[in-house]
């Protein structure tokens, strides 16, 4: 028996330096999870996914490519690519599921590749699967794919998780109905669909409910073939990873460097993917806002801003990143003078010591997602806060605010409160952050990625053992 994972991105990297190619395989959360989980069901673990890279360079270069699974990239047409990844996944589905209707750029050209990309995904999974294996399928690009390939395998045990939030009725309902019946009876294909609140479980039995006309008895669907079992399981972290880099000598260097850097003044910290759903101008009017409120923290703090470079192809993106550097650059040139700097911006992504390095050096880290499923750097910083220092000012509208209830919450659209709250972190006595940390790393060292992982896929396994075992006489 073997898992079979699904996902858009595969977990590995291709450089090309100095005419020689190297590919290695990436140790994310998520594939450190799921690789624990098979090592202890005994079973092997395949990685289906699209290929970023072109097939001769996989052909050529695979052999020597050390890895702990087997990977099964799929190669897709640029074009349909185009229309599956740039336009229905991240401008219709991504938008609309994070609650910005007018985003969504809906054509039926990219729904038709969507479906296709679905398909070509799902060939070779039936290509590779036998009976026996798991099939754990990931996230919004692939929302037709467990009804695909239960089509084709009437048995198979098949688990389907979404990592971003899934709307309420009213904003899922302006698709059109053949899309709304494509999504959702893609889903239903799956035994287990987990979500990472029950607010997104509820709101997609309500779909289900509301435009397939099916009932739910206890968050179960009973259909011909199978039924299907909807719940939370809310993603973590590899709690240990982050909470022991604090220790790395590189990691002490890096955060002695941004200790001398700053030695004067209190340090605000965020890091996120590009990208309109992360809530980056509220927390920068937030702060602008802070500044002006508590005029006595001017050359005292700084805001420590890290943002990762994403879909840079698509127009909302690049719209969204003049939007906030030239926030920035007003708030720079407002506030500071040719001492001080209040936000100190960089757009590039974070090697993992370095982020350590300013997890640990964060008085306070400031996260206002204006929707977010789950929200990992969340749960990174309060794992990374080895010496219980540290303040968490964390959006409600983030479902990690659900877990970590010790987290300051804070509403990305109330500016003025914010700038209290941030007033507050950086004067909160060291006995109280200790506290708020301390509670927090508790539930996230029970609460890990491994957990998440293995309680998903028992599920889906128990799911699919209990219907086959209840034939009726
Ligand atoms: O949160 C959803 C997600 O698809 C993640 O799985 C992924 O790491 C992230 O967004 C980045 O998106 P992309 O794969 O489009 O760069």
Not at 25 to 41: D, M, P, R
Not at 177 to 196: C, P
Request: proline share 3%; aromatic share 12%.
């Amino acid at each position: 028996m073997k898992i079979i994972t699904i996902s858009y991105r595969l977990p590995l990297s291709i450089k090309k330096q100095n005419r020689k190619t190297t590919i290695t395989q990436t140790a994310g959360g998520l594939a450190t999870a799921v690789l624990s989980y098979s090592e202890k069901s005994n079973a092997n673990l395949t990685w289906v996914g699209v290929a970023d890279f072109e097939k001769s360079t996989w052909e050529n270069h695979k052999d020597g490519f050390s890895k702990n699974f087997e990977i099964e990239p799929v190669f897709l047409d640029k074009k349909l690519n185009k229309n599956f990844y740039n336009v229905f996944s991240n401008s219709v589905l991504w938008a609309l599921f994070h609650y910005f209707p007018s985003y969504m750029e809906y054509n039926d050209e990219a729904f038709e590749a969507y479906k296709t990309a679905n398909q070509i995904v799902a060939d070779k999974v039936n290509e590779i699967y036998e009976p026996g294996d798991i099939v754990w399928i990931h996230d919004y690009h692939f929302l037709g794919l467990a009804n695909l390939i239960r089509q084709q395998h009437p048995d198979a045990k098949i688990g389907f998780f979404l990592h971003i939030p899934f709307p309420n009725f009213e904003i899922f309902r302006i698709m059109p109905n053949k899309v709304k019946r494509y999504l959702l009876e893609g889903m239903l294909g799956a035994n287990l669909v987990g979500f990472h609140t029950w607010d997104n479980a509820i709101h997609f039995t309500e779909c289900v409910e509301k435009i397939l006309g099916l009932n739910q008895r206890g968050f179960v669907f009973s259909q011909d073939s199978h039924r299907t079992k909807v719940g939370s399981f809310p993603i973590s972290i590899d709690f240990d990873k982050f909470y022991d880099a604090y220790d790395k000598p590189n990691v002490i260097a890096l955060r002695n460097e941004i200790a001398e850097l700053y030695h004067d003044k209190k340090v605000i910290f965020s890091v996120d993917r590009l990208d309109y759903s992360k809530g980056i101008n509220n927390r920068l009017n937030a702060f602008e806002s802070f500044l002006e409120k508590f005029p006595e923290w001017k050359e005292k703090v700084v805001f420590l801003l890290v943002i990762v470079p994403s879909r840079e192809e698509i127009g909302k993106y690049g719209e969204r990143k003049r939007m906030i550097e030239n926030n920035i650059s007003r708030i720079n040139g407002a506030l500071g003078n040719y001492k001080w700097t209040p936000v100190v911006y960089q757009y590039q992504s974070v090697d993992f010591d370095k982020l350590i390095a300013l997890y640990s050096s964060a008085h306070v880290a400031l996260i206002s997602p204006v929707r977010d499923g789950m929200n990992l750097v969340a749960k990174e910083y309060v794992a990374a806060r080895k010496d219980l220092r540290g303040v968490l000012l964390l959006s409600v509208l983030a479902g990690a605010a659900k877990e970590l209830q010790e987290a300051i919450t804070i509403n990305p659209f109330d500016t003025e409160l914010i700038a209290e709250k941030i007033n507050l972190a950086l004067l909160m006595d060291e006995s109280e952050q200790e506290r708020r940390m301390q509670r927090m790393q508790n539930y996230l060292r029970t609460h890990d990625v491994f957990r998440w992982a293995s309680r998903f896929l028992s599920e889906t396994e128990e799911m699919h053992s209990h219907d086959n075992q209840a034939q009726p006489l």
